[in-house]
């Protein structure tokens, strides 16, 4: 795949998911704290997942951004794990694909207010930036850890589809959660 086409992709990705948020910041913190079902998480505790995730991805892709080398020939290429992974958070907008959460990661019962929302915005727009960052680099010999393992690495590329896949996936389910999802 062309390097720059992976990277507009990502970024027409991010704007839309920053969009989304954007519109989810104008409803009334009690329409954001709405569950669909007694079991399922708010728009707020989606927001909230998300911004856990980005407090270990974002540092982390930016340091190995600063580290990596310059990409000269224009490609990048995904190996086998980092498309499966893509790929499993890769949204469905008819039904979304259920999985498992981390401890760690579930939001349930967490203190979550409207400064999950601005958080997030927050967020994306340094993922933005880190999409900008990324063009002159080699997301193929770049390689990132990820929060699940430190023994495993992800290209960068993968790294930073993984992740946006699974803002988008989770934009959805919050989306719905507020009554909003078109």
Known sequence: ?????????????????????????????????????????????????????????????????????????????????GNYFAKSMSPKTEN???????????????????????????DQQAMLELLKKAKTKDLSKTKTAISISNWIRLRAGDTFRVVIYHNQRHLIQAMRAAGIWE
């Not at 579930?106 to 400064?115: F, Q, T, W």
């Open 96 to 122: 979304l694909n259920k999985m498992k959460t981390f401890t760690s990661m579930n939001p349930i019962g967490s203190d979550v207010n409207i400064k999950v929302v601005d958080q997030f915005i927050e």
């Open 1 to 81: 795949m062309e390097h720059l086409e992976l990277i507009n992709d990502l970024t027409e990705r991010t704007r839309k998911v920053l969009k989304q948020a954007q519109a989810l910041q104008n409803l009334p913190v009690s329409k954001l704290n709405e569950k669909p079902q007694d079991n399922a998480w708010s728009a707020l505790e989606c927001l909230e997942h998300l911004n856990r995730y980005s407090r270990f991805y974002i540092p982390e892709i930016s340091k190995q951004l600063d580290k990596g080398a310059v990409n000269i020939n224009g490609k990048f290429k995904s190996n086998w794990l």
